[in-house]
């Protein structure tokens, strides 16, 4: 079996769509817990989601190198990390009270900054990446990239979500590093993933004993949040 160069555009798709994936999921995940379960959350983030991946594919499509291509996967991620930090805050940011539901309309500002980043970055990836993949690109791009999404998908419920965002976010971010963005700095890319690696063990508290700071809730019910379906 031939393993693919780290430089190929097939592998950086499928990263891409892992990163993409599960970016999306934990942005979505963070959305309902900010608004309390709400269904609105689902069609903001999503049609937020669209609008930026098309703003970034239509980017994309004009201009872009190669290099730029493959650095996005990594990019994505962090763009939903900083996504993910601004839903925790956003009882702070939006100024709403301890144990209020945060709405569509006041925090729309927030939203925005959350999932359209993230979305263009990912938006941005794919006409560069599949435009290498010659005639037909487009098509077997997008079935590379939908395989990815989908193996992401798929890890992120069996074994990431149960470890919390914030620590499915550094493995993920670890697995896109490791897999080869930058095929002549390989010691640097295990070195990168291995910080990855450890920063999951303690972001996970971190990021909860923060949320909890920001939303003015009270200590004892901490342990609510980081559960296998957070408070949903």
Do not use: K, N
């Amino acid at each position: 079996m031939t393993r693919l160069p780290a430089d190929d555009p097939r592998l950086a798709l499928a990263v891409l769509g892992i990163a993409t994936g599960i970016g999306q999921a934990l942005l979505l995940r963070e959305a309902m817990a900010a608004m309390g379960g709400s269904e609105l959350a689902w069609g903001t983030v999503m049609s937020l989601w669209l609008v930026g991946m098309a703003a970034g594919s239509r980017l994309g499509a004009r201009a872009g190198g190669h290099a730029l291509g493959r650095a996005l996967a990594p990019l994505t991620l962090l763009l939903a990390g900083t996504g993910i930090v601004l839903f925790r805050a956003a009882p702070a940011l939006t100024g709403a009270a301890s144990g209020e539901t945060v709405t569509t309309w006041q925090a729309a500002w927030l939203w925005a900054a959350a999932v359209v980043p993230p979305a263009v970055a990912g938006g941005l990836a794919f006409p560069i990446l599949a435009g290498r993949l010659g005639c037909g690109g487009a098509g077997r791009g997008y079935g590379l990239e939908a395989g990815g999404a989908l193996f992401g998908g798929v890890a992120l419920s069996l074994v990431l979500a149960p470890l919390g965002t914030a620590a499915a976010l550094c493995l993920t971010g670890a697995a896109v590093v490791l897999l080869g963005p930058w095929p002549r700095r390989w010691s640097a890319s295990v070195a990168l993933a291995a910080a990855l690696a450890g920063a999951a063990l303690v972001s996970g508290d971190l990021l909860a004993a923060a949320g909890w700071r920001w939303a003015g809730r009270p200590g004892e019910l901490r342990d609510w949040r980081e559960t296998r379906q957070q408070r949903l």
